[in-house]
């Protein structure tokens, strides 16, 4: 006979199960970092080397020729946005003259308009910079961390290929052979939802970049192709990287041209690009089953970036949307699936039914 204990046992067992798991990814984030990444980039490549593999390659070779070719695009984007850098730094002096006039306007603003003084305004940015370090050097580590990546992450993803088939049947084995076929089916399911949802998101970013890069080269800002890639990186990161993504080539087009009719037509460029990419990029091309709410997004990026750092940050929403997808096929794990999600039972009729499936029956109480 199963003892049961009782919940408050459990409860505790599975948060301190959850602790012990989170300080281990933190510990050994540059292990696991690198391997994330790989997973992801194994995903999006799977069906490549499939179609390699249909088509009369061997394993070895079709994942060779589709790795090659990828480090070989890489390499070619990489070279484009580092012209883009190399030629910022260029005219990093003059950025440098003409935001410091834009900074001293600003102060002489504030201090005329606002009453702060000068001393009063440089204290203010003082704090600000020490608040920003922290800041700086994490994102130095990252940085830093980058390199290792660059050396792990083929042979990674090279590996996961490889195994494909053993990891597999690791999860099949994991199971008794009564539950053979539903984990089958759960597998095949959850895979085929997976690569699909990496594609997308792929197809997404490389959408939305263009169309970033294709309006800032018609409102002639400089470096376009540099900030349309950053800016659709950004909107990985949901609300705060959309910000973000908006901001920079407004301080761009502020410190390089005169007046302010180009930063509002940036505004609304990307306005229009934002309503595009969320009323038909993401529902019909990443996926329409695939939605995660606002609140778990956010608690999710700040929790990634409280484990793993920016990694953290840009790999959140990827592998939550992963986990969506494995609880919304598994039924124990539903729940679960449906509280990531956005739907929400609006409808009295529905949220009652819902009410009374778990409600205990009462008596009627006697007078």
């Known amino acids: 006979?199963?003892?049961?204990?009782?919940?408050?046992?459990?409860?505790?067992?599975?948060?301190?199960?959850?602790?012990?798991?989170?300080?281990?990814?933190?510990?050994?984030?540059?292990?696991f970092v690198p391997l994330a990444f790989a997973l992801l980039i194994a995903m999006l490549l799977n069906p490549l080397v499939a179609?390699?593999?249909?088509?009369?390659?061997?394993?070895?070779?079709?994942?060779?020729?589709?790795?090659?070719?990828?480090?070989?695009a890489s390499i070619a984007i990489t070279w484009l946005l580092y012209l883009q850098v190399n030629s910022f730094s260029d005219r990093l002096p003059a950025f440098s003259k003409k935001f410091g006039e834009f900074g001293s306007m600003l102060q002489s603003k504030a201090k005329n308009d606002l009453g702060i003084s000068i001393?009063?305004?440089?204290?203010?940015i003082a704090e600000a910079k020490t608040s920003l370090k922290?800041?700086?050097?994490?994102?130095?580590?990252?940085?830093?961390g980058v390199l290792s990546m660059l050396i792990l992450l083929p042979v990674y993803v090279f590996l996961?290929?490889?195994?494909?088939?053993?990891?597999?049947?690791?999860?099949?084995?994991?199971?008794?052979?009564?539950?053979?076929?539903?984990?089958?089916?759960?597998?095949?399911?959850?895979r085929s939802a997976v690569q699909n949802y990496m594609v997308g998101l792929l197809l997404e970013a490389l959408i939305v970049a263009t169309l970033n890069s294709i309006a800032l080269f018609i409102l002639g800002v400089d470096y376009a192709i540099l900030l349309g890639?950053?800016?659709?990186?950004?909107?990985?990161?949901?609300?705060?990287?959309?910000?973000i993504a908006i901001l920079l080539?407004?301080?761009?087009?502020?410190?390089?041209?005169?007046?302010?009719?180009?930063?509002?037509?940036?505004?609304?460029?990307?306005?229009?690009?934002?309503?595009?990419?969320?009323?038909?990029?993401?529902?019909?091309?990443?996926?329409?089953?695939?939605?995660?709410?606002?609140?778990?997004?956010i608690v999710i990026v700040l929790m990634g970036g409280a484990l793993w750092g920016l990694s953290g940050m840009f790999l959140s929403i990827p592998f939550i949307g992963v986990l969506k997808i494995i609880f919304d096929r598994i039924p124990e794990m539903r729940p679960w699936g449906r509280l990531?999600?956005?739907?929400?039972?609006?409808?009295?009729?529905?949220?009652?039914?819902?009410?009374?499936?778990?409600?205990?029956s009462r008596g009627r109480p006697e007078r």
């Open 340 to 360: 990531l999600g956005t739907e929400v039972p609006t409808q009295r009729g529905q949220f009652a039914r819902i009410r009374k499936r778990f409600r205990p």
């Open 229 to 243: 890639v950053v800016g659709a990186l950004l909107n990985i990161l949901p609300f705060i990287g959309g910000l």
């Open 134 to 144: 922290p800041l700086l050097a994490g994102f130095m580590g990252s940085a830093a």
């Open 1 to 31: 006979m199963t003892k049961k204990y009782p919940f408050y046992f459990r409860a505790t067992v599975i948060l301190f199960g959850l602790i012990l798991f989170a300080y281990g990814l933190a510990v050994l984030r540059e292990v």
């Open 160 to 190: 996961l290929l490889f195994y494909k088939t053993l990891l597999i049947t690791f999860f099949y084995e994991l199971f008794t052979e009564e539950r053979a076929a539903e984990v089958g089916a759960i597998l095949s399911q959850t």
């Open 51 to 72: 179609f390699l593999e249909r088509h009369g390659f061997s394993k070895v070779p079709a994942i060779a020729t589709v790795l090659l070719a990828s480090i070989i």
């Open 249 to 297: 080539p407004i301080i761009i087009a502020t410190v390089t041209k005169d007046g302010f009719h180009t930063q509002l037509w940036i505004i609304m460029a990307y306005l229009v690009i934002q309503f595009i990419d969320n009323h038909f990029l993401v529902p019909y091309i990443v996926s329409s089953k695939v939605k995660i709410n606002a609140l778990v997004s």
């Open 119 to 124: 001393q009063k305004q440089a204290q203010y």
